[in-house]
């Protein structure tokens, strides 16, 4: 049997062959000719039963949102009554939307159960798994340091209003919070190591290990665990959302590298902002330890004093040098993250978690790391 509806423009023709139920589309299938052809195409499906459905669009010279629409929903009504479908004769634009607008994509999928196979298969594909992370962490740290040479020998090659604009955000508005904590984190210390040194009345001491726990220690620490949170996430989700929509290819198709251009400004605003800002936590937690000792009856020259006898240059400049590091593990991995975000709704949000989590273990591993080389040199 056969039928032809609407005009020259759009056109619908069902017929049937050996059993199976033709519909051929053909004419311009924008938001006008899908409307003229859409109810043809629902009656043909209402008779459909339990026979199969080929859906021939070769006559299709163009299809916009509509006329995929239009598409995907003969083939989705036609695969739910059980008869299967098939799209015959599409040209490669029309197979180009259908591609972009995958129905798949738009619904929930249960998530298909999967058996265990096991302790050591799920060891094993765990182990690969954080191999090849710490494979793709190491060509990238390579990638960055190439880029870093090329910036440092060809200074003009810097973006060096992004690395302004970077350090704008992931320095400057960071002030106040790294003033809350560094504030907070002085006032803590003096209070813990207070209790038990009025028992032996050393109580005078605790200027002396409120800077040297700060300066050493807890201030660059901490200012790093902010930045990571705060700016290293920030990177993440900035790049990830460009790699989503496509933003990085489109790059890599004009020749500029993805590395140089996105992630060299990134690093170089981390490593230039995180040293001052750790100074600056560094300055707020004396001054939060400095509150609590005159608490306790001291006059502030003796707590200048202390500090002054307690700690040295060298105690400031390592603590700087570790602020130096964590910025770059904090910019890197960021970016890192963000570079491979994958695709989908949740891609994002899973790289600015990754990059926050692998972020602070690294920190931690590189403050360990530090401890012993201190140790070790007797610093």
Same mark, same amino acid.
């Given at each position: 049997?056969?039928?032809?509806?609407?005009?020259?423009?759009?056109?619908?023709?069902?017929?049937e062959?050996d059993g199976?139920?033709?519909?051929?589309?053909?004419?311009?299938?924008?938001?006008?000719?899908t409307?003229?052809?859409?109810?043809?195409a629902?009656?043909?499906?209402?008779?459909?039963g339990?026979?199969?459905?080929?859906?021939?669009?070769?006559?299709?010279?163009?299809?916009?949102?509509?006329g995929t629409?239009?598409?995907?929903?003969c083939?989705?009504?036609?695969?739910?009554?059980?008869?299967?479908?098939?799209?015959?004769?599409?040209?490669?634009?029309v197979?180009?939307?259908?591609?972009?607008h995958d129905?798949?994509l738009?619904?929930?999928?249960?998530a298909?159960e999967?058996?265990?196979?096991?302790?050591?298969?799920?060891?094993?594909?765990?182990?690969?798994?954080?191999?090849?992370?710490?494979?793709?962490?190491?060509?990238?740290?390579?990638?960055?340091?190439i =880029?870093?040479? !090329?910036?440092?020998?060809?200074?003009r090659?810097?973006?060096w209003?992004?690395v302004?604009?970077v350090?704008?955000?992931?320095?400057?508005?960071a002030?106040?919070?790294?003033?809350?904590i560094?504030?907070l984190?002085g006032l803590?210390l003096a209070?813990?190591?207070?209790i038990?040194m009025?028992?032996?009345?050393?109580?005078l001491?605790?200027a002396?290990l409120?800077?040297?726990?700060?300066?050493?220690?807890?201030?660059p620490?901490?200012?790093?665990?902010?930045?990571?949170?705060?700016?290293?996430?920030? !990177?993440?989700?900035?790049?990830?959302?460009?790699?989503v929509?496509e933003?990085?290819?489109?790059?890599?198709?004009?020749?500029?590298?993805p590395?140089? !251009?996105?992630v060299?400004?990134?690093?170089?605003? =981390?490593?230039m902002?995180t040293p001052?800002l =750790?100074v600056?936590?560094?300055l707020?937690?004396l001054?939060?330890?400095?509150?609590?000792?005159?608490?306790?009856?001291?006059?502030?020259?003796?707590?200048?004093?202390?500090?002054?006898?307690a700690?040295t240059?060298?105690?400031?400049?390592?603590g700087?040098?570790?602020?130096f590091?964590?910025?770059?593990?904090v910019a890197?991995?960021?970016?890192?993250?963000?570079?491979?975000?994958?695709h989908?709704?949740?891609?994002?949000?899973?790289?600015?978690t990754?990059?926050?989590?692998?972020?602070?273990?690294?920190?931690?591993?590189a403050?360990?790391?530090?401890?012993?080389?201190?140790?070790?040199?007797?610093?």
């Amino acid at each position: 049997m056969g039928a032809t509806t609407g005009s020259g423009r759009a056109r619908a023709e069902v017929r049937e062959e050996d059993g199976v139920l033709v519909l051929a589309l053909a004419g311009h299938l924008d938001a006008a000719g899908t409307a003229e052809v859409w109810r043809p195409a629902e009656s043909a499906l209402a008779g459909l039963g339990s026979r199969a459905l080929r859906l021939d669009a070769s006559g299709v010279d163009y299809a916009d949102g509509s006329g995929t629409a239009l598409l995907f929903d003969c083939l989705q009504r036609a695969k739910r009554k059980g008869g299967g479908a098939e799209l015959v004769g599409a040209s490669h634009e029309v197979r180009s939307q259908l591609e972009l607008h995958d129905p798949e994509l738009w619904c929930e999928q249960p998530a298909p159960e999967r058996k265990s196979d096991g302790l050591i298969v799920e060891v094993g594909r765990a182990t690969t798994d954080a191999w090849k992370e710490a494979r793709e962490l190491i060509e990238f740290t390579g990638a960055v340091a190439i =880029a870093l040479k !090329f910036a440092l020998l060809n200074p003009r090659s810097v973006r060096w209003r992004d690395v302004v604009r970077v350090s704008e955000r992931a320095g400057v508005n960071a002030l106040p919070i790294i003033a809350i904590i560094g504030s907070l984190m002085g006032l803590i210390l003096a209070f813990q190591s207070a209790i038990p040194m009025k028992k032996f009345g050393a109580d005078l001491f605790v200027a002396d290990l409120v800077a040297i726990s700060l300066l050493r220690e807890l201030g660059p620490l901490m200012t790093a665990i902010v930045l990571c949170g705060r700016s290293g996430s920030a !990177f993440a989700a900035e790049l990830g959302t460009m790699k989503v929509n496509e933003e990085v290819d489109a790059l890599t198709t004009m020749g500029l590298e993805p590395v140089r !251009f996105l992630v060299v400004p990134r690093v170089l605003a =981390a490593v230039m902002t995180t040293p001052m800002l =750790a100074v600056f936590a560094n300055l707020c937690g004396l001054i939060g330890g400095a509150v609590v000792f005159l608490s306790f009856g001291h006059p502030l020259v003796s707590y200048y004093r202390q500090v002054q006898g307690a700690v040295t240059h060298v105690d400031l400049l390592g603590g700087i040098f570790k602020a130096f590091t964590f910025g770059v593990i904090v910019a890197a991995v960021g970016c890192a993250r963000g570079l491979q975000t994958g695709h989908g709704a949740s891609a994002v949000g899973l790289s600015t978690t990754r990059s926050v989590v692998s972020g602070i273990l690294l920190i931690v591993i590189a403050d360990m790391a530090f401890a012993l080389l201190y140790y070790a040199l007797d610093i």
